[in-house]
């Protein structure tokens, strides 16, 4: 089994060394020599973690994936061009590919998945989501005879980190960043992390996965964790609740019936007894909820250079096998084809903070607006007197679009100063 | 794609339910119709959870896994016969089989992937460990290009809802377990469960495909936990510790420089900040370490019908994949063929609580007994005086025998009144 490795940066760099240091161990799972027979780089003349053996670095990618001597291609250079090119070029000419690619596998996987169909290859990407946390492989076969309702998921570490540092410490988002920063948990320039492109691309591909339908990173609701602030992980504290970016992707059964999926990424809060809501620091971790399994977790580091090639050799060694035995994997399971419904209509709980001017009468205006938008309170108390009066409400369940026509009734109401926080409330038994 | 289930008792009428509701799904996951074609019971005329259709009900189990139409057998019988003489019929028939049976898996393993690798044929048992947990497949498949160096579970039900009960109202032993019973997490004769015979099973089973080696149930080092007293659970909150019974399969490496398997089943103090520390009331989880992926857990419901039949669909669909494409899934690795390590040459510190005469020297005795054996302490303490002196030492890592020849030399010590308590440390940072 002759290997190409795409791209030798931090990910790149561990596959290479696995491969090099463990051969023989592979041999052994695989039940054949498995040997690398190229390294695709930008520049040969670059500091890389690992020696690659003379001869084997190339800055030529094309024409390493179309040797005919090669198997296995390994894409780790992230992005969309040249990675989907390059791919669609190896299963062409033949090999099987693995692939980390989160980006691009969100945004056009059904173009790699039918390519590798057509070409009877295997296709495999476990690495894109939660780093080493083999989920995808538990999604598509473990729960196979299952059916999956929901699946929850902290899977950008850099953000857990930054909320984790808020929460334990009181500080406010730009202090919890820079530490960040400084630790090499966020990069200079975090802004796919914070922003939640990075967790939407995940959810995208867990939500096609877990509902055998396809969802693509567009079709994901959005919203980073910039806006949160310390007031926020405070009052999140106060209902015992924790702050965490949050993937969300459910089946839905609409008001006629029809099922559909949703999908999206915002912070959110999670009462402290969830599971979790214990993942601390850059961790990360799948929860999903299914028919006969009930409540499952899957938790362990979410990046990084090693624990991402582990997941990735994991994938060469099963389509290594493949590959022996003249067969592939299961392909993709879009099946279900089921409507991707709008945030709108998605249904959620919000816990929203009401600066108020201290009269009578304003409590009662403010559960009205709730209930005029038939959105029922769950909670409702007021915090203070005087120039510092607040109250905190707590939604029952409601469509997002009933929630949202309600805070903008609360801010045309005269004795509401100002709406200071809004935000979901998930996770509970409701 | 014709499935014969054996047994329908909580989980076989679970699966059967299962295949009858979901047949339309199944198929479109599998490829191809999947028919249930018979369910062997013990008895036509009982109690059933599910309502079997017309006809399929047969007391001849033999004849059904011998039926040339059947491709798939899944065993939901237990214990060792006749489940092995089925699965070895229904394999050299031609069918796959599914097993949750740990019992006979842990026993005789390698009789029946024998017997599958002959007959060219699946044998899959995801379900026989922590139920509806994926856990056998990730550790085969996504960590197959990965070093696995420690496996660390709590995969009895019973036994943690006990000692959780224990840790949260301080109850002793058998208040907890007749709670227990009552609420149905235990049996009426709890052995299996309480002496750690289940766990242990569960634990050859994780050691063998953690470290490629076959490990039986018999290899296993076993304690349960009857033994652990409220005064136990109460030392280790003390030291910020709680209580588990744990299953702990270790590669070690001896003085000569040769690697072995060490796997054991015993209650341990564990870091209330370990990620398995939290697993409450009935929920199991796999802990594992490996050297690329680092630290995962996975975590859910280790027992029930629902879950446990979940994890056997999952097996089921897998396969039956497998059949259409003429293949099999990778069989038993046995390639590392390591030795098994005797419990004396395990590694681990130990918790023990001394009640010593209040005399000058005292300490300094003890002390010298730990050190005598080549036991260095981590930390002694002395609390109460007078007639209520007790000494709580906590070990560093040493061998098994050695902290064992240190508890027979303070037993021996004038000075020393009782060794009320003694108990390993898992799970810490050394």
Redesign the interface.
């Known amino acids: 089994m002759k290997v190409a490795v795409l791209g030798c940066g931090s990910v790149g760099s561990?596959v290479v060394r696995?491969l090099l240091e463990?051969s023989d161990?592979?041999a052994?799972?695989v039940g054949a020599p498995v040997e690398l027979a190229g390294v695709a780089v930008r520049r040969l003349e670059a500091a890389r973690e690992v020696e690659v053996p003379e001869g084997l670095l190339t800055t030529d990618a094309d024409a390493l994936v179309r040797r005919d001597d090669v198997d296995l291609v390994v894409e780790v250079i992230g992005g969309i061009e040249p990675a989907r090119s390059l791919i669609l070029a190896a299963l062409e000419g033949g090999a099987s590919v693995v692939s980390a690619n989160k980006a691009l596998v969100a945004e056009d996987g059904p173009t790699l998945f039918d390519a590798a169909q057509k070409a009877e290859r295997d296709f495999y990407y476990?690495a894109a989501v939660a780093g080493?946390?083999?989920i995808l492989?538990?999604l598509r076969?473990?729960?196979?005879?299952?059916?999956v309702s929901r699946v929850l998921g902290i899977v950008n570490g850099t953000t857990n980190f930054i909320l984790d540092k808020m929460d334990t410490s009181g500080a406010g988002f730009e202090e919890a960043l820079e530490e960040a920063q400084e630790l090499g948990y966020a990069e200079a320039d975090p802004t796919a992390d914070v922003e939640g492109f990075d967790a939407a691309a995940k959810a995208a591909i867990l939500a096609s996965l877990a509902f055998?339908t396809r969802v693509s990173a567009s079709d994901v609701y959005r919203e980073g964790i910039t806006e949160v602030t310390a007031g926020d992980v405070a009052s999140a504290r106060d209902i015992g609740c924790v702050v965490k970016l949050l993937a969300l992707c459910e089946l839905r059964t609409g008001p006629d019936g029809e099922r559909g999926v949703s999908a999206r990424v915002h912070p959110a809060m999670i009462p402290r007894s969830h599971?979790l809501a214990?993942v601390r620091e850059a961790y990360n971790a799948v929860f999903t909820e299914?028919?006969?399994?009930?409540?499952?977790?899957?938790?362990?580091?979410g990046a990084?250079g090693?624990?991402t090639?582990?997941?990735?050799?994991?994938?060469?060694?099963?389509i290594a096998?493949?590959r022996l035995?003249?067969?592939?994997g299961?392909g993709e399971?879009a099946?279900?084809d089921l409507t991707v419904l709008p945030m709108g209509e998605t249904v959620t709980r919000y816990h929203v903070a009401i600066d108020v001017d201290d009269k009578v009468g304003v409590l009662s205006q403010v559960a009205m607006a709730f209930a005029e938008h038939g959105v029922s309170i769950q909670n409702l108390r007021q915090e203070g007197r005087g120039d510092d009066a607040q109250l905190v409400v707590v939604s029952h369940e409601a469509t997002d679009a009933q929630l949202r026509e309600t805070m903008q009734h609360l801010e045309q109401l005269e004795s509401v100063r100002e709406v200071t926080s809004v935000m979901r409330v998930e996770g509970g038994a409701e």
């Open positions: 561990q696995l463990q161990e592979l052994a799972r476990e080493a946390i083999p492989r538990p076969e473990s729960l196979a005879g299952d059916n055998h599971p214990s299914s028919e006969a399994a009930g409540q499952l977790m899957f938790y362990g580091p990084g090693a624990p090639a582990s997941a990735v050799l994991g994938d060469l060694v099963t096998r493949n035995a003249h067969t592939t299961a399971s099946h279900a």
